[in-house]
């Protein structure tokens, strides 16, 4: 007879171990003070396109499902090469473990249209720290959905753009003083250490890019009108780097919405999408909002509904579109290699 409780303790001890040594192979890499490379190679004529979709996980709830219908559609249509995630991929609180039904419930479930299946190119938010982060960080997972690729910093080199994918949640000071919830630090601490080598890595990689395009990926906002705002860490700390480097995007999620705001000061454009699943419609009025007038100017796009955003770049153009839960076109916009911006 079959001892299945002495097998299920040696599987289990088995996979402890090797999530052991997945871990110390991730922190020594980390030591080698350089962002993590990667490629994914263009089309034959050199474009790319991409869709971005961000603050999702909900198991298919609060028009998820929807949203995924209409990527799905897109999708097929644009020809995507992959998907970027903004983060927040799995709410309330993260992954529990690697077996956590949520991953398959909100993620494999739920974008299930041929066209979604490519990488999934994702970082971590705010939500996803409350779960066990080494878990959503485990190449295991893509044993489950060979999609699935989750970093915390890394760069993605595509040839006609180069993408950096920026760990944001450790840079806001409230998450270390809540008390509400509870945050997985052990990949953060000691947070000052992280958050310079951050830093330093991604000026490194940026000031060594000859990239076309310089795209930043984080989960929190630099500039927002939606219901975060700005997050003052990131102005003060990311937000120079990005000016020095010539980065044409900052692209993030955290505010659940679709936004389009132009720099005041230089070419970056910032482009706000988190509305994979629950919105907050009609939380926030960035007309009557006075406490944000400062970004007013500079918004040529809104809303607060659910939706996503596609990216098609080729040497000489980067076009993004954002899109509602029932795909149609609620913004377009394109920007040359010369920097000269035009609506649509």
């Given at each position: ?8 303790h040696?599987?289990?001890?088995k996979?402890?171990?090797?999530l ?7 922190i020594?890499?980390?030591?080698f003070?350089?962002?993590?490379r ?7 004529d050199?474009?790319l ?6 603050d999702?996980g909900?198991n298919g709830?609060?028009?998820q499902?929807?949203v ?6 897109i999708g ?5 090469d ?5 983060g ?5 609180n993260?992954l529990k473990s ?23 190119y994702?970082?971590?938010?705010n939500?996803d ?5 080494e878990?959503q ?15 915390t910093?890394?760069?993605l080199n595509t040839?006609?753009a180069?993408?950096?994918f920026?760990?944001?949640t450790?840079?806001?000071e409230?998450?270390?003083?809540e008390?509400e919830?509870s ?5 953060v ?8 080598n ?6 490194k990689?940026?000031?060594?890019s000859?990239?076309?395009?310089k795209i930043?990926?984080?989960h929190?906002?630099i500039?927002s009108?939606?219901?975060?705002g ?6 003060k ?8 480097n010539d980065?044409d995007l ?8 679709l936004?389009?705001?132009s720099s ?5 454009q910032?482009?706000t ?7 907050w419609?009609?939380d926030y009025?960035?007309v009557?909002d006075k ?6 100017s500079m ?19 980067a076009?993004?579109?954002?899109y509602d ?6 913004h377009?916009?394109?920007l ?7 609506s649509i």
């Amino acid at each position: 007879m079959v001892n299945l409780g002495n097998n299920v303790h040696d599987h289990q001890r088995k996979l402890s171990l090797l999530l052991i040594v997945i871990n110390c192979l991730m922190i020594i890499r980390s030591s080698f003070g350089e962002l993590e490379r990667f490629e994914h190679p263009p089309k034959d004529d050199g474009s790319l396109s991409i869709l971005v979709v961000g603050d999702w996980g909900r198991n298919g709830h609060f028009n998820q499902s929807k949203v995924a219908l209409q990527m799905g559609r897109i999708g097929e249509k644009l020809d995507i090469d992959f998907v970027i995630s903004t983060g927040d991929n799995f709410y309330d609180n993260g992954l529990k473990s690697l077996t956590d039904p949520k991953f398959h419930n909100s993620f494999t479930n739920v974008y299930s249209a041929k066209s979604l299946q490519k990488h999934w190119y994702t970082i971590l938010g705010n939500h996803d720290y409350r779960g066990d982060v080494e878990a959503q960080l485990s190449p295991l997972l893509r044993n489950i959905d060979t999609r699935w690729f989750c970093l915390t910093s890394f760069l993605l080199n595509t040839e006609t753009a180069e993408f950096f994918f920026v760990d944001t949640t450790p840079f806001v000071e409230n998450y270390f003083a809540e008390s509400e919830h509870s945050y997985d630090w052990r990949q953060v601490y000691p947070r000052r250490t992280y958050l310079a080598n951050s830093l330093k890595d991604l000026e490194k990689a940026l000031g060594e890019s000859n990239a076309k395009w310089k795209i930043v990926v984080g989960h929190h906002p630099i500039r927002s009108v939606g219901h975060h705002g700005d997050t003052p860490e990131l102005v003060k700390h990311l937000l120079p780097l990005l000016q020095a480097n010539d980065v044409d995007l900052y692209i993030n999620g955290h505010d659940h919405s679709l936004e389009h705001i132009s720099s005041s000061d230089n070419s970056i454009q910032f482009l706000t999408s988190g509305a994979g699943s629950k919105a907050w419609r009609g939380d926030y009025d960035h007309v009557k909002d006075k406490s944000r007038n400062k970004n007013r100017s500079m918004v040529r796009f809104f809303y607060d509904g659910q939706g996503f955003m596609s990216l098609h770049l080729n040497p000489n153009h980067a076009h993004f579109l954002f899109y509602d839960v029932f795909g149609n076109i609620l913004h377009s916009s394109k920007l040359t290699k010369h920097l000269h911006y035009s609506s649509i």
